[in-house]
Nanobody, 127 residues
């Protein structure tokens, strides 16, 4: 069992940056593959970025490639999402998620492949 708490969201102008953090409880954080998802009003929750348990594998949805970076610090039980060059289309509630699955190099694009979720943090990008 792991509990996830996101932080770092807020209001930022287009072109600005934010860094989201997701702190995990428990001593087994380093065994979880992690992901960031987002959900805009009236839309489905979508994959943003994923990182394997070791940090060796990462992937991103096309719309954020080159702008967002996912990373993790297993000593601090924390996963991060650095978001640069933000656009109004990035406005959403951002969720981190943990998966116990062991395939595909630790990267999962479907929200059903994740076992634990945080409560989310709001990111609003103004034009």
């Amino acid at each position: 069992q792991v509990q996830l708490v996101e932080s770092g969201g807020g209001l930022v102008q287009a072109g600005g940056s934010l860094r989201l953090s997701c702190a995990a409880s428990g001593r087994t954080f380093s065994t979880y593959n992690m992901g960031w998802f987002r959900q805009a009003p009236g839309k489905e929750r979508e994959f943003v970025a994923g990182i394997s348990w070791s940090g060796g594998n990462t992937d991103y949805t096309d719309s954020v490639k080159g702008r967002f970076t996912i990373s993790r610090d297993n000593d601090k039980n924390t996963v991060y999402l650095q978001m640069n060059s933000l656009k109004p289309g990035d406005t959403a509630v951002y969720f981190c998620a943990a998966s116990i699955r062991r395939y595909n190099g630790g990267i999962y694009y479907n929200r059903r492949e994740y076992n634990y979720w945080g409560q989310g943090t709001q990111v609003t990008v103004s034009s």
